[in-house]
């Protein structure tokens, strides 16, 4: 199953509202988490089962779709959002990353 | 709290073996809730799920890689381990361990950079 994001690259300000979207190639139910990627870091779990806002994860985050289209909206942009955001598929194996949208600072 | 901790050289030569082991800390690999996996990310580029295993043995690689490719797990020692054979330049990359549960890919460690070069 490919993930192919939108877009691969983002420029915003601080108190924007950003939406990355995650397409499959075949549907996959809910079976789709988001990451965020900071510089020389590991990925941190956003958002699991396309909506699930993951523990400790701010609620400005969130997630929303079903089948093959998937979206992750951060309702009002803050200084340390600025990352990369990849989407993984969990329905089949192996279990594909999109390729990454980088956000970044206007 | 859940540590992992990828171990190994970070250097291997052209055509040789990569070896990675992932140390887990705070838990027990052996529970029957999680998989525990391995990602990669070669430099600048994004990432690269390449397989994962459930305490009893059971894999699940890459099709990609599934050639060169061996996960093993060890519950006596609370490890996992990665092996990545014929390796090239190509397979330069941060190799991560990660723990999947229900949610996805939730603990991670910090990754180790492994390069390829004679």
């Known amino acids: 199953i490919q993930l192919t994001q939108s877009p691969s690259s983002l420029s915003a300000s601080v108190g924007d509202r950003v939406t990355i979207t995650c397409r499959a190639s075949q549907g996959i139910s809910s079976y789709l988490a988001w990451y965020q990627q900071k510089p020389g870091k590991a990925p941190k779990l956003l958002i699991y089962a396309a909506s699930t806002l993951q523990s400790g994860v701010p609620s400005r985050f969130s997630g929303s779709g079903s089948g093959t289209d998937f979206t992750l909206t951060i309702s009002s942009l803050q200084p340390e959002d600025f990352a990369t955001y990849y989407c993984?598929?969990?329905?089949?194996?192996?279990?594909?990353f999109g390729q990454g949208t980088k956000l970044e600072i206007k | 709290q859940l540590q992992l901790q990828e171990s190994g050289p970070g250097l291997v030569k052209p055509s040789e073996t990569l070896s990675l082991t992932c140390t887990v800390s705070?838990?027990?690999?052996?529970?029957?809730?999680?998989?525990w996996g391995w990602i990669r990310q070669p430099p600048g580029k994004g990432l690269e799920w390449i397989g994962s295993i459930y305490y009893s043995g059971s894999t699940y690689y890459n099709p990609s890689l599934k050639s060169r490719v061996t996960i093993s797990v060890d519950t006596s020692k609370n490890q996992f381990s990665l092996k990545l054979s014929s390796v090239t330049a190509a397979d330069t990359a941060v190799y991560y361990c990660a723990r999947r549960s229900a949610a996805g890919n939730d603990y991670w460690g910090q990754g180790t950079l492994v390069t390829v070069s004679s």
């Open positions: 993984q598929q969990l329905n089949s194996y192996p279990h594909t």
């Open positions: 705070g838990g027990s690999i052996s529970s029957s809730s999680y998989y």
